[in-house]
T-cell receptor, first 111, second 115 residues
Framework: GENVEQHPSTLSVQEGDSAVIKCTYS??????FPWYKQELGKGPQLIID?????GEKKDQRIAVTLNKTAKHFSLHITETQPEDSAVYFC??????????FGKGTRLSVIA | EAQVTQNPRYLITVTGKKLTVTCSQN?????MSWYRQDPGLGLRQIYY???????DKGDVPEGYKVSRKEKRNFPLILESPSPNQTSLYFC??????????????FGQGTRLTVV
């Protein structure tokens, strides 16, 4: 089955700097790669996703890149703000299979 | 408002006392699942259901049961809870049946402590 590795497990950045979180997956058949943000005391919430027919996707300060050959994808947050502090999860799946999540990255943005 | 509702939010119970955590979604989603979240282990899937009366084991199903009698509800049952089931539990739903690669909506979580 699918296995998703996520790094780093913790990340601290200064406000205004960029943050990058990386994930690798094992199953070349996976074709959907979402990123979720979990704020304290809440359930995870989708912030961006990418499908295997696309190499990059942006939404304001957030971008995700996908390298199918290397089987890795990354989340990029630019101009970080204190409200970006949260736990971020990557995940992978293919059609009709459950989402498999990475172990999460705790991002701290220091003002 | 589209949402997944779990109850209770917090629960402390004793070993062996059967309990049920309820989950309900109002989005007419076919696909529902339960996860547990533990420090350093991320989100691990317990059970999932692709439609009414269809359930499958996830990665960590031991000690849990589920049922899917109605599309909107997917309760998680612990017949004989043990301390190693102390965890934060999340229910999630997704649109499915041919559109399985879609956003998952999560509930607020249930923090369970078994003493």
């Amino acid at each position: 089955g699918e296995n998703v590795e996520q790094h780093p497990s913790t990340l601290s950045v200064q406000e205004g700097d960029s943050a990058v979180i990386k994930c690798t997956y094992s199953d070349s058949a996976s074709n959907y790669f979402p990123w979720y943000k979990q704020e304290l005391g809440k359930g995870p919430q989708l912030i961006i996703d990418i499908r295997s027919n696309v190499g990059e996707k942006k939404d304001q300060r957030i971008a995700v890149t996908l390298n199918k050959t290397a089987k890795h994808f990354s989340l990029h947050i630019t101009e970080t703000q204190p409200e970006d502090s949260a736990v971020y999860f990557c995940a992978a799946s293919q059609r009709n299979t459950p989402l498999v999540f990475g172990k999460g990255t705790r991002l701290s943005v220091i003002a | 408002e589209a949402q997944v509702t779990q109850n209770p939010r917090y629960l402390i119970t004793v070993t062996g006392k059967k309990l049920t955590v309820t989950c309900s979604q109002n989005m007419n989603h076919e696909y529902m699942s339960w996860y547990r979240q533990d420090p350093g282990l991320g989100l691990r899937q317990i059970y999932y259901s692709m439609n009414v009366e269809v359930t499958d084991k996830g990665d960590v199903p031991e000690g849990y049961k589920v049922s899917r009698k109605e599309k909107r509800n997917f309760p998680l049952i612990l017949e004989s809870p043990s301390p190693n089931q102390t965890s934060l539990y999340f229910c999630a739903s997704r649109r499915g049946q041919g559109a399985i690669n879609t956003e998952a909506f999560f509930g607020q979580g249930t923090r369970l402590t078994v003493v």
